[in-house]
């Protein structure tokens, strides 16, 4: 038995460009609205859908192409005032602040793009303002995937990490895991530790061991 390599715990970045998105019917809308920038109806636009589903490959898009920052927490006061912003889950931000930043981003002409699971428009806000400002921002929901778009991302997500996988490999796996990109992510991840501690390829009995539970994770 061929000893075991220790995976080091090292970051996993992945390919965010518009070429290593996957199109398929759940996105395309949102796809089209990404292109369709500046020429948007609204200051703002929501991507709303379940944790994985692309949101935010399509925010690094648009930020790439827009220059956007993307904030986590609402700016300082006396900041000087961002023409294009990305906002990702800002349901925990201050509503007034939230409010400020996008009456601040309206009257500039600039563009925000909001990410969450939820569209604003039914996000229980206070302030009947800022209400009216969520519900104003056109939202496009992306679906959760189907089959094919799941084998799809698995194969661009083993991609990404170097590795080539069998399609029989990507479609056992997709028959046995939730239908969701966040399981896929996970069991991606879980098969390239397993297979740089083994020191093998991802094959399908090291699928069937990882699905079965019994690999190291």
Not at 44 to 70: D, E, N, Y
Not at 175 to 194: N, P, Q, Y
Request: negative net charge; hydrophobic residues 45%.
């Amino acid at each position: 038995m061929p000893p075991q390599q220790l995976p080091l715990d090292l970051a996993y970045r992945p390919a965010l460009g518009t070429a290593d998105f996957v199109v398929a019917p759940g996105n395309r809308d949102a796809v089209a609205w990404i292109d369709r920038w500046p020429d948007w109806p609204a200051h703002g636009l929501a991507l709303h859908g379940p944790k994985g589903c692309g949101k935010t490959h399509l925010a690094h898009v648009w930020q790439a192409r827009s220059g956007a920052v993307a904030l986590t927490a609402p700016p300082a006061e006396g900041t000087q005032p961002q023409l294009r912003v990305v906002l990702d889950e800002p349901r925990g931000w201050p509503e007034a602040a939230l409010l400020h930043l996008y009456n601040e981003l309206r009257e500039a002409g600039g563009h925000l793009l909001i990410v969450s699971e939820t569209p604003p428009a039914r996000w229980e806000t206070a302030l009947p303002d800022l209400a009216s400002r969520l519900a104003s921002i056109p939202a496009v929901a992306l679906a959760a995937p189907d089959d094919e778009l799941l084998i799809s991302v698995m194969a661009k997500q083993f991609a990404d990490r170097g590795l080539e996988v069998n399609d029989d490999v990507l479609r056992y796996v997709a028959s046995r895991i939730e239908r969701s990109f966040a399981a896929a992510a996970e069991m991606v991840e879980r098969l390239d530790r397993a297979a740089l501690a083994e020191q093998r390829r991802v094959t399908l009995a090291l699928a069937r061991t990882c699905i079965g539970g019994g690999a190291t994770p």
